[in-house]
């Protein structure tokens, strides 16, 4: 039997710290791509385009599609966030507009960052966002509150199967992530 020895430990105990730097880095830098272009691919996770652009606005006064609003904290965001309506309907074609509230419940400046998914994820490309609160990091001083303005468009050749979608955000907290992205263009 192999006998341990202060030397085997020191051994082992760097190849796990070494395993637990590559599993962060994998973690960190090679799934989040992967995992994008997965759901692409398989049209699966129901993620909403960059901002939309009206080209055509013709509206579908014959149909009504039900759209739902839900809001989730990230567990490490410590704010109230939630939507403002539950739901509304709309007709597809036509432009709607809705809020989201946000409040810092911490006594310090934080930087926050929502995450949006569509149900049923094929709905997906019919949903337009022509402004939205996640295009961009929302930043709040301590105890304050804001209403982030989500405004889209259903598109008409939505399938007609389709009568409810579910827009549902994760807020995450993104500071420690804006305070670097903001020393290193500080820097330049």
């Known amino acids: 039997m192999a006998q341990v020895t202060d030397k085997n430990i020191a051994k082992l105990s760097i190849k796990l710290l070494g395993l637990v730097v590559v599993m962060f880095a994998f973690a960190m830098w ?9 759901c692409e691919v398989l049209g699966i996770n129901g993620k909403t385009g960059q901002q939309y652009t009206v080209v055509d ?6 149909r009504t599609v039900k759209v739902q609003f839900v809001a989730q904290n990230n567990e490490a965001m410590p704010w109230e966030f939630s ?4 739901q509304v309907e709309v007709h597809p074609g036509a432009s709607s507009h809705v809020t989201y509230y946000a409040k810092n419940t911490q006594d310090r400046y934080m930087v926050s960052q929502a995450i949006p998914s569509l149900v049923p994820s094929r709905a997906a490309e019919y949903f337009h966002k ?25 598109d008409r050749d939505l399938p007609e199967d389709i009568h409810v979608i579910t827009l549902s955000y994760t807020i995450f907290d993104v500071t420690e992530m804006a305070a670097k992205q903001d020393s290193v263009a500080a820097s330049k």
């Open 57 to 62: 606005s013709q509206i579908d006064t014959n």
């Open 83 to 86: 939507p403002n309506t539950s």
């Open 130 to 154: 022509t402004e939205c609160f996640c295009f961009n990091q929302q930043p709040l001083a301590a105890g304050a509150d804001a209403d982030l303005a989500l405004q889209f468009i259903i």
């Open 30 to 38: 090679v799934m989040p791509p992967l995992y994008n272009a997965l």
